[in-house]
């Protein structure tokens, strides 16, 4: 589990109350889960926030990879709401621009023979509370 702070998804979204306006970094595009290779994360820009990694359960080995799409979203839509107990989100840093304070999820999707660094605005509209999903 990351050092950094359990983030609610109530914390998360009063993390993300700015939107990325006025923002020079490469994350404006980011609506929907976009690789960002290390090369374009603004590293100088980006200020941990928190984590949406819970700790495992007693007995689990691993963090689910069910996904939440109840209007028949995908993975990659910009539309696909965050729900915080579910993949890619159980996986994620939170970080906030220094610059325009808007939120940014950050995860690193390993595959068979790649590793691909994705990141997320955080739409406060988007956020699924966790009572809601149960």
Known sequence: MSNEQLLTPEQLKALA??????CNC????????ESVPD????????????????????????????????NGTRYDSP???IAVDY???NRCDVF?????????LKYTEYGGYYVDTRARLVDPEMIVARSAEA
């Open 17 to 22: 109350v700015h939107p990325p306006h006025h």
């Open 26 to 33: 490469a994350l404006k595009i980011c609506k929907g889960w």
């Open 39 to 70: 090369a374009r994360w603004p590293a100088a820009q980006m200020q941990a926030a928190g984590t949406l990694r819970q700790e495992l359960a007693e007995g689990q080995v691993e963090l689910t990879f069910e996904e939440f799409h109840p």
């Open 79 to 81: 539309n696909a709401p």
């Open 87 to 89: 993949f890619p989100y």
């Open 96 to 104: 906030k621009c220094i610059t325009c304070q808007c939120a940014v």
